[in-house]
């Protein structure tokens, strides 16, 4: 059953896991109904991407396109609510702001990420290992972790079923405690890694993620995760939104209303001990 906005909160031990292992998932956060309608969103930017010829700003969103064997690869569609008002509504449900709200420790939050990744079969979109810290920080004041406990939670709401071959999730257990490390190509070549923690970053020590449509990932900007390619014959579609603490944002983001400011229902933050 899709939990409701009364039992959206996060217990206690969710929020140890989250700040202890790195990520949580909440099963089944979306209805089936709900899926659908995303999905049907992604399709229509699909089509609109099938009509784009580079890289670029249309209809609120922006497209990050690429090539590979003559054919069109959508890499990302950033701020896809820009162009889908549904997705950027599903952005501010209280299933989605109500726990970010109580691990940042704040009822008040800017919604930074609201994007969609498709993974169609074998498209060759990858990505590798890293912490969203790096897409957050980059440098110049672009980031501040004003609440001391990272200050920034990505969600990502599963569209298709992720499954061994279709490009799952991959976690690094307790890399949400390094801080932030480097990332060579395939592995960490951070020099702190290569002394200290490197055998923790190879792929045989993920936490491979199997989720069914409509189940969802919180995690942190430093637990490290990656995806490889989706070598299944079906689509392995995402949504992404991510919030971080006021004040901690110093960057502008693409998209029309990109970093909107959201408030959670009231008082939920205060569940966080
Ligand atoms: O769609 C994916 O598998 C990649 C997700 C990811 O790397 C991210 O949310 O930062």
Known sequence: M????????????????????????RPALFSTGEVSRMRACFDELEAIASQLTETGLHRGAHFVLGAKNGEQVIKRV???????????????????????????????????????????????????????????????????DVNGRGSFVQTLIVLDEMVPDSGPLLFMPGSSKWGRVGFGDHACRHPYLARRRQAKCRSDNAVMIAAQPGDTLFFGPYTAHASFENTSPRYRRVLINGYASPGANGRDYPGSGAGRRLVAPAGLSGALS
């Open 78 to 144: 950033v701020w896809a609510g820009g162009c889908k008002r549904y997705l950027l509504a599903i952005g501010n449900d209280p299933r989605l702001t109500a726990p970010c709200a109580q691990l940042l420790h704040s009822d008040v939050m800017d919604h930074l990420l609201n994007q969609a990744h498709f993974k169609r079969p074998r498209d060759g979109v990858v990505f590798d290992w890293h912490q969203d810290i790096q897409h957050r920080d980059k440098g110049n004041g672009t980031w501040t």
């Open 2 to 25: 899709p939990k409701t906005r009364r039992d959206a909160r996060l217990s206690a031990n969710e929020i140890q896991e989250f700040f202890e292992v790195g990520w949580i998932t």
